[in-house]
């Protein structure tokens, strides 16, 4: 008599491959924002890059405007998880990690999804309420990786003021990758954190 594999068991393997290439398309579609924009990020780019026919991309993301709102949802939660993932040995690693995250891919491919959806009303929504997510989460937990008390007066000032400038020295690097100057800055910005927060 024939061993019989329980029907569970015969999904999972599909179901593993089917997660498999939603996770290689997500990949691949934010890595196509941050190197190529909106306009170059097309499902077929994107099922290329991940090594899959544009069906299978089209399976599981059956428009552009699909796959990209996935791809939002997926760098807010990169993004977040990056964040939780932050040293705290001593303050002036904490700012220069931050400035890190700000002016790396996921911030590079998060200002590319900000850029598409100022021009697409399907994206928009989604941007907008993910990015006030992220932000609120980001200050909550620089608040704690800094050891900040928000109860004294100009600490949460302090902290977004930290934040606001790691957002422009992303900006600033997508354009140049000026690392020589950048270290100077956060460098200083430490330093102002530390007189700071006290």
């Known amino acids: 008599m024939g061993v019989v594999t329980p029907p569970s068991a015969a999904k999972a393997p599909k179901q ?5 290439t939603r996770q290689r398309l997500l990949e691949a579609a934010v890595a196509c924002l941050a190197e190529v924009g909106w306009a170059g990020s097309t499902v077929s780019v994107v099922a290329e890059r991940a090594g899959v026919s544009r069906g299978a991309a089209q399976h599981h993301f059956p428009t552009r405007e699909d796959l990209f709102t996935a791809a939002v949802e997926y760098v807010a939660e ?9 040293p705290t040995e001593d303050r002036g690693q904490v700012v220069a990690a ?5 002016t790396g891919p996921l911030f590079r491919a998060a200002l590319h999804l900000w850029v598409a959806a100022s021009n697409e009303e399907q994206l928009r929504p989604r941007v907008t309420e993910l990015e006030a997510r992220v932000g609120r989460e ?3 937990i620089a ?3 800094l050891d900040a008390d928000e109860s004294r007066p100009g ?5 977004q003021g930290l934040l606001d400038m790691a957002r422009g020295l992303g900006l600033a690097n997508l354009l140049t990758n000026d690392a020589a100057r950048r270290e100077r800055v956060v460098a200083q910005w430490a330093a102002l954190v530390e ?4």
Not at 78 to 86: G, K, M, N, Q, Y
Not at 195 to 198: A, I, K, Q, S, V
């Open 16 to 20: 593993d491959r089917s997660r498999a």
């Open 195 to 198: 007189d700071g927060l006290g």
């Open 98 to 102: 931050l400035v890190d995250l700000y």
């Open 78 to 86: 990169e993004r977040s998880h990056a964040l939780r993932s932050l």
């Open 143 to 145: 608040v704690r990786l």
């Open 138 to 140: 980001t200050h909550r």
């Open 155 to 159: 600490v949460r000032e302090t902290v």
